[in-house]
């Protein structure tokens, strides 16, 4: 029999005793889950986390700041010309209403889509901006209404509503006679709305590749900014407004972008 030397002994043992260690905060490790960085707060106004500062708040915000393909933007000297016509598919959702603390959004029940150049995208959920976000020829409108849509593939399109005062939007009243005050989660409801009904008919729309409007100011998105606006009542614009005083990001610069507008709605 061959003799093991004590020094030999003692290495021995002592690999028995931490290799199983080892092996358990390995296998931690990998069982651990990366812990999420919450985005950081952001506002429509002020000097530290106002639209001029998102850029800086977050490496994830950068493109607010440096990217070239921004945003809303202001829609004048656009291409005029006979492009694809949106296809609306909406159907009626239940009334999935909530105040996210930076806009009221409509959460929409799956099965609603448009198709546009032959793509496809399933509406998501609609909100409101005060006043709008795009302007027209430098004009500002009342409000803007935003319908957020996304492809199989995951590309973003949303089409724009400018929104002008006037008479009463009944197809929107359930929306602004149940505004939530305060942020919180959709809540149940047995109310309804009908995206159909709120869409102006026959509209032309203006056309470009943009951005989110908010952080993290994602670029990729394809805006169709339909030109003819809907209606609220002063009534309606106050309720709003009460909550959301300004809830609008700036016009960007279109840069190296085209801006095309449709003029030939449903040829």
Known sequence: MNNIRPSK???????????????????????????AVPLPHWEYEGNTDGPAEWGALDARFAACSAGK??????????????????????????????????????????????TFNETKYGLLQFHFHHPSEHTLNGKAFAMELHFVHRSAAGNLAVVGVLIAEGKENEALKSVFDNLPTTKGDPQPSQLMTD?????????????????????????????????KPIELSAAQIETFGKI???DARPVQAL???DLLEDTTAGS
């Open 69 to 114: 393909a921004q945003s809303p933007i202001d829609l004048k000297s656009p291409v005029a010309g006979n492009f694809t016509n949106i296809k609306f598919d909406y159907k009626p959702s239940v009334l999935n209403i909530f105040n996210n603390g930076h806009t009221v959004q409509v959460n929409y029940d799956a099965g609603s889509s448009i």
């Open 244 to 246: 959301f005083e300004l």
């Open 255 to 257: 840069n190296d972008r």
């Open 9 to 35: 002994i003692s290495v021995y043992l002592l690999l028995l005793l931490v290799i199983p260690t080892l092996l358990v905060s390995v296998s931690k490790a990998q069982d651990a889950t990366p812990t």
């Open 195 to 227: 995206a159909a009904k709120i869409i102006p008919a026959d509209a032309n729309y203006y056309t470009y590749t943009g951005s989110l409007t908010t952080p993290p100011c994602t670029e990729g998105v394809r805006w169709l900014v339909l030109d």
